[in-house]
Every structure is written in C-alpha cells, then in structure tokens.
C-alpha cells in the first residue's frame, strides 16, 4: 500500500523536538527508538509498520544525535535529559491521538522499551497494545492494560533474564495479557539491520508476530 512520510516538528516545554511520521491510514503506533538516537533503520521500520496499515510516530529523543558506536551511545545516555524525554513521549502520544481513532499501540527498542511501559503504566485507558524489543522497566505492572508482547534474546548482556523473568511474573500477576518469545542465539539489538548483532531469520520472526499481534490488537 502506499504511505504518505513527514518529517514533522513538536513543541516540548517551548522546546522544537523532531518526529517522523509515516502514515498508512490505520490505528496509530508510538515508535520509540533505542539509545543511538533516531537513525535511518528506524525511519525505515516506521515505513514498513505504516505499509501494514497503521500511522506511525517516532519521536527523536536525542534531539537530532545519532550514536554511531556503543561508547557513543553511552556518551548520550549520560547527558541525556529523562525529564525531556519523558515529556516527547506523552507530546508524541498527544500528537499521534490528533490524526487517528481508538487506544494506540507503543513500540519501543531497548531504552524506548522502557518508556512504552512507562507510557503504558501511566496512560493506561490510552494504550491498546505494547511491543517490547529487548526493553524492560520497574512501573507498576497492575496499572496496564494493553496487551503486551515482548521479544528477547535468551542471554542478553543488557537486559538481565532475571529482570525479564520478574516482568512478565509480575503481569501475569497482575492479569495482564503478555506474551514473551525468546529467540536463541540471538544477542541485543538483534532486529536492527545496521548493527552487526542483526539476525535475519530471528528478525523475520519477530515481526510477522508483531504485525499479527497489533492487527489483533488494536
């Protein structure tokens, strides 16, 4: 299908913050990028998210910085502003609920996985579906009520299996509908096309789940 794409300018506490939207005319996902900032792989997942029929926002929260190297991206997340980024997310999610109908979905890579529970577990009756790429945080797990999947590696030096363990103990607690798919030999980052931990088949996988998971979802 054909998809419409802008690069579009968001107003966060008097500050201007870019977004990328790509709009295919359907339910809207918030897509939350990792720590290297908005770089061109996730432009391109917006695109191909958007070609499956929903509209799809990505806020920058590195505010125009894109992470080359780890050391780099360790270097931003040291200055980075959690207060700011914070505000992006719910400016984007209010931004994203002016051009579609119905709760949203939330996509979010490692550190924008973070903050799609963050956003879920403090937006809750706004939020239909969130999707975990190798992402996890502590929020109050009782608080959500989207359906949540989640894609992780089975040894992850980023994301302890403990902590993974702990979340989805805690949502199925707490009676949240959360699915966990575990993708062997797979190591963090493994779904991005420009870094050489990226999987093809694991990748595969993830998204045709994905896309069957939100199309259900929202």
Known sequence: ????T????LTVNDKKVKAYLADGSGPGILLLHAWWGLKPFFKQVCDRIA???FTVLAPDLRDGQIAKTIDEAKALMEKSDSQLIGDTVFTAKDYLQTRVK????????????AWSLIAAAYKPAEFGAVVLFY?????DYGKITAKVMGHFCEVDEW???EFVDNTFAEFAKAGVDATRHTYPGTAHWFVEEDRPEYNPAAAQS?????????KAAL
């Not at 299908?1 to 419409?4: G, L, P, R």
């Not at 802008?6 to 300018?9: D, H, L």
């Not at 119905?102 to 996985?113: D, R, T």
């Not at 993830?206 to 939100?214: K, Q, V």
């Open 102 to 113: 119905g709760k949203l979905g939330v996509i979010g890579f490692s550190m924008g996985a």
């Open 51 to 53: 070609e499956q029929g």
């Open 159 to 161: 994301e302890p299996t």
């Open 1 to 4: 299908m054909s998809i419409q």
């Open 206 to 214: 993830a998204w045709s789940r994905t896309f069957e998971f939100l």
């Open 135 to 139: 992402g996890n945080e502590g929020v």
């Open 6 to 9: 802008s690069e579009i300018e």
